[in-house]
């Protein structure tokens, strides 16, 4: 199973002040040498973590391939075929979500999408779209003419983190069916979404569908915890001597 990392969130501290630290870039940077398989990032329509020179720098440094989540817009269609990362992850998005929210309603777009997906597989840029799974969803994912789906793993991680686990392990089996159908209509399957160091370990059940996860706020979060003291006794020893 491949890791990409998702270092939207070290952005995210950063907007918080509009200053340089932490650095996404840099953290791109420490990932791959850590063995991250790829690096993803979202450059989302309100530009509230990554900004476009993180993804252009990302692009220029980064020697593992670079997964561009966006959403499926002209404006983004242009960065991404300008930047040309490795593979483009189409997302629904809404201002007002804190997070995404549902998988992209590939039914809905189907005509949309198999005509916004012919340019970036003309420029050899792989498609990816992040979806939930559901048959319907698979099928037309398949019918737009994507290499890929990414399968949404959030309505598994909120339930295991209510302790939900029977129902998370229902959900489990619906990853499954949906990653299987995927299969069999030719896509490559990824997951990702809610993933945490303690929810991850039943999402490698499916391990024999599911190639790569894409993890971000928890590995982001976690970082902030491990480093933390490191970070205060750096400080005490410029302030202290
Ligand atoms: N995959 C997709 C398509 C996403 O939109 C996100 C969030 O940006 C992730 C994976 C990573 O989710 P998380 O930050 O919850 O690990």
């Known amino acids: 199973?491949?890791?990409?990392?998702n270092i939207d969130h070290v952005a995210t501290v950063r907007q918080a002040r509009r200053t340089f630290e932490p650095n996404p870039v840099f953290a791109a940077l420490i990932a791959q040498q850590a063995g991250a398989d790829q690096i993803t990032l979202h450059l989302r329509e309100d530009r509230r973590h990554i900004q476009d020179r993180d993804l252009e720098l990302i692009k220029e440094l980064i020697t593992v391939p670079i997964n561009l989540e966006m959403a499926p817009t002209q404006e983004m269609k242009e960065i991404a075929l300008r930047v040309k990362p490795d593979?483009?992850?189409l997302v629904p998005e809404r201002r007002e979500e804190i997070t995404t929210e549902g998988g992209l309603d590939v039914v809905s777009l189907k005509d949309y999408l198999k005509d916004f997906i012919k340019a970036f597989k003309e420029a050899g840029i792989e498609v990816s779209l992040f979806i939930d799974p559901q048959e319907d969803?698979?099928?037309?994912?398949?019918?737009?003419?994507?290499?890929?789906?990414e399968l949404h793993t959030?309505?598994?991680a909120n339930l295991w983190n209510d302790h939900k686990f029977k129902e998370a392990k229902e959900e489990i089996k619906r990853l499954r069916r949906a990653g299987e159908l995927a299969k069999s209509l030719g896509l490559r399957v990824y997951a990702g979404h809610g993933l945490t160091y303690q929810n991850v370990k039943e999402i490698l059940s499916l391990s024999d569908i599911v190639e790569e996860l894409n993890i971000g706020h928890s590995i982001v979060a976690n970082a902030v915890i491990f480093g933390f003291e490191r970070?205060?006794?750096?400080?005490l020893k410029l302030i202290k001597g």
Do not use: F, P, W
């Not at 199973?1 to 990392?5: A, K, P, S, Y």
């Not at 969803?137 to 789906?149: H, L, N, Y």
């Open 137 to 149: 969803q698979v099928r037309a994912s398949a019918e737009v003419g994507a290499d890929a789906i």
């Open 1 to 5: 199973m491949r890791l990409g990392v």
């Open 87 to 89: 593979r483009v992850t």
């Open 154 to 156: 959030g309505e598994y």
């Open 231 to 235: 970070a205060v006794k750096e400080m």
